[in-house]
């Protein structure tokens, strides 16, 4: 069997092997865009908190430091978006990992005054895709620096720093928002974080796993 990646996938899986992130353009349409906003607001009654105050490190393989915020249920737009065929062979070229299966997804809904410390996400999210619903969504926290670090030292990054850090080698990254594309990020390699909101915010959230 053949175990090597196709020869134009291999620029794509440097790129994303380096920077841990892609924008993935042209994947959402604006009628699609439109309904996942209006989804998300139609069920916010269905919001369960998601709320806890320990730092530790997950069974899943994730890290997690406190956080404050809300998770909707998807509806059926955002289950037919999450499984779409060709929502997943876009990013399979964008990010040259060619066996990612989708693994669903659910809206965050963050209200004024939540967050989410440093984190990593679960080992089913070897690629996180993130579209924001509120168009002044504030950027997340991103530490590519810290790819691929084990939990003991984003512990001791969290100590030293906080669970906000700022400073060199801590910078941000924005998420589209109506323009048809969808920010791709290495949720379970790279960890990020989101500093306490102004105003309340919505952020569809897909999780694609590497078999």
Do not use: N
């Not at 899986?13 to 994947?27: D, K, S």
């Not at 967050?115 to 926290?141: R, Y």
């Amino acid at each position: 069997m053949d175990t090597e990646a196709p020869v134009d996938r291999l620029p794509a899986r440097a790129a994303w092997e380096e920077t841990g992130t892609a924008i993935v353009p042209g994947v959402l349409e604006s009628d699609r865009f439109k309904g996942l906003v209006e989804e998300a607001h139609g069920r916010v009654d269905l919001v369960a908190p998601h709320v806890h105050e320990h730092t530790a490190a997950h069974r899943d393989g994730s890290f997690a430091s406190p956080v404050h915020c809300g998770f909707i249920p998807p509806g059926p737009v955002l289950e037919t978006l999450a499984y779409d065929k060709a929502l997943l062979m876009a990013l399979r070229e964008a990010t040259g990992i060619p066996r990612l299966i989708p693994r669903g997804g659910a809206v965050v809904l963050y209200k004024e005054g939540d967050f989410q410390g440093l984190h990593v996400d679960s080992v089913k999210s070897t690629v996180t895709v993130a579209v924001a619903l509120s168009e002044d969504l504030p950027p997340m926290g991103w530490a590519p620096d810290l790819m691929g670090a084990f939990p003991d030292r984003l512990g001791e990054v969290v100590t030293e720093h906080g669970m906000f850090p700022e400073g060199e080698g801590f910078t941000t990254l924005a998420h589209p928002y109506g323009d048809g594309s969808v920010r791709a990020f290495a949720g379970y390699h790279v960890p990020h974080w989101r500093r306490p909101m102004t105003s309340t915010g919505l952020l569809v959230t897909m999780s694609f796993m590497d078999l």
